[in-house]
């Protein structure tokens, strides 16, 4: 820590007095440092006694329950998931999803490039995870997929026979006086939404946390060592990320923020942990329909803590390869790329992508952004890039002139082969720059 002092009960409420006067739609305030509760506010049409729908911080409570079944010895993170559902997945012919694992399907690298029960919402949400054609290999890319979080529930019911909650109570909740009355919604099919269902107090979140907070920093045994995984960084997020927050990393269905990690859900429903602070922070509220909200909210928390805590750098640093020449034989895709080269040192490098019609090369920089011509397109780039983590590279491709946007390219590094993913964010041109291309070196 970078000081001695920890946030009063004054602080807090300063804090909370922020956040009612932002505008926004706050429901609920709570801040405990050490296990001592330092506020407890609701603001209208909310009160203590109204459960909260706190959406995908489901998804970290059936993360816990994963933790569970690994200390009971009922799962390995390395299995499989295809293994647990042979009324799913016996007829699965792809290797992608037959190798798919339980640590990847936390770690939000699964081989769906969405929600799968989305395409389809007559048919059964946990099957879909099994039966919509996977988009490229499983854990090379973290794209956020619920229905990762809905299938894991799913297994939870089927190798304990509770759900997640009814799990947990036995493991931990009960002895946490979680309330009885919080329960998860179930989807069409009566599986429980294990990505968005939860709904809860907002005390009962605090709980959660404290029991968490301690847990990582103490705790000892199976799902401890399981849980200080989950609270980690274990991929990066730096292209999917809307808030700062957000690009700073994701663990087990746990995600990083400055100085921190949270358990965090649509909305701006938030469980905010600072250990260095020894501190847990509860926020509710409904921001779904207010651009940038979700941000706002965690810079105001930010602000109020910002004396307190330690200078950390605005996105996680890592470093790749230092050099770095391979060309890549790409599978057949829409884009009709069929080959990629890949040229870098520690300064500068080339991505180049070619197909029978067109070739395209990006030139980039790690110190400042390199400037180019789009061939192809005859379009003014700019591109600095970043390593997202020791084997992933990150080109945000700024286009600059008459059509202004981006298009964003992370590359995933194996021994042998390359996975890329690829976004454009413009409303007429570059349509190939999207999706997902998979190859294997020359």
Request: proline share 4%; charged share 20%; net charge neutral.
């Amino acid at each position: 820590m970078h000081n001695n002092k920890i946030p009063s009960k004054e602080h807090m409420e300063q804090l909370w007095l922020k956040l009612k006067e932002s505008g926004l739609p706050i429901h609920s305030f709570l801040a405990e440092q050490g296990g001592t509760l330092l506020t407890e506010n609701y603001q209208a049409p909310y009160t203590k006694r109204d459960l909260h729908r706190m959406f995908s911080i489901t998804k970290s409570f059936c993360a816990l329950a994963v933790g569970y079944l690994l200390e009971d010895g009922l799962i390995s993170l390395s299995d499989p998931i295809t293994g647990y559902f042979p009324e799913y997945s016996d007829t699965v012919q792809s290797p992608w999803l037959m190798n798919m694992t339980i640590q990847q399907m936390l770690m939000m690298q699964t081989c769906h490039s969405s929600t799968t029960y989305k395409i389809d919402r007559q048919k059964n949400w946990v099957e879909s995870f099994f039966t919509v054609p996977p988009t490229h290999k499983s854990g090379e890319t973290f794209l956020y997929d619920t229905s990762s979080a809905h299938t894991l529930a799913a297994l939870v019911k089927k190798l304990t026979g509770n759900g997640v909650l009814d799990y947990l109570r036995e493991k931990c909740l009960d002895k946490l006086d979680f309330s009885k009355d919080a329960y998860i919604i179930k989807d069409p099919f009566g599986s429980e939404m294990g990505g968005s269902g939860l709904m809860a107090y907002s005390l009962d979140l605090l709980k959660i946390g404290r029991f968490c907070m301690n847990t990582v920093k103490h705790g000892t045994g199976v799902f401890a060592d399981y849980l200080r995984d989950a609270v980690s960084f274990q991929v990066p997020t730096i292209h999917f990320g809307q808030t700062l927050d957000e690009k700073q990393g994701y663990g087990y269905q746990i995600w990083q923020i400055r100085n921190g990690f949270a358990m965090y859900g649509m909305g701006s429903q938030y469980v905010l942990f600072y250990p260095e602070l020894d501190m847990v922070l509860v926020i509710t509220a409904d921001t779904q329909n207010i651009r940038g909200g979700q941000q706002k909210i965690l810079d105001l928390v930010r602000d109020g803590l910002k004396e307190f805590l330690s200078p950390v750098p605005g996105l996680p640093v890592f470093s790749g390869p230092s050099h770095l020449n391979a060309v890549y034989r790409l599978l057949p895709g829409r884009q009709r790329f069929t080959r990629l080269a890949l040229s870098l040192d520690s300064k500068e490098g080339s991505l180049t992508l070619s197909g029978p019609d067109k070739t395209y090369t990006f030139s980039f920089s790690f110190t400042e952004p390199a400037v180019s011509i789009l061939n192809g397109y005859k379009q003014r780039i700019a591109v600095k890039a970043l390593w997202a983590d020791s084997r992933t590279l990150y080109l945000p491709v700024s286009v600059v002139g008459e059509y202004v946007g981006s298009i964003h390219i992370l590359l995933t590094l194996s021994e042998n082969g390359i996975t890329v993913w690829m976004k454009k964010i413009e409303e007429t041109l570059f349509h190939e720059f999207s999706g997902f291309l998979t190859g294997f070196k020359e």
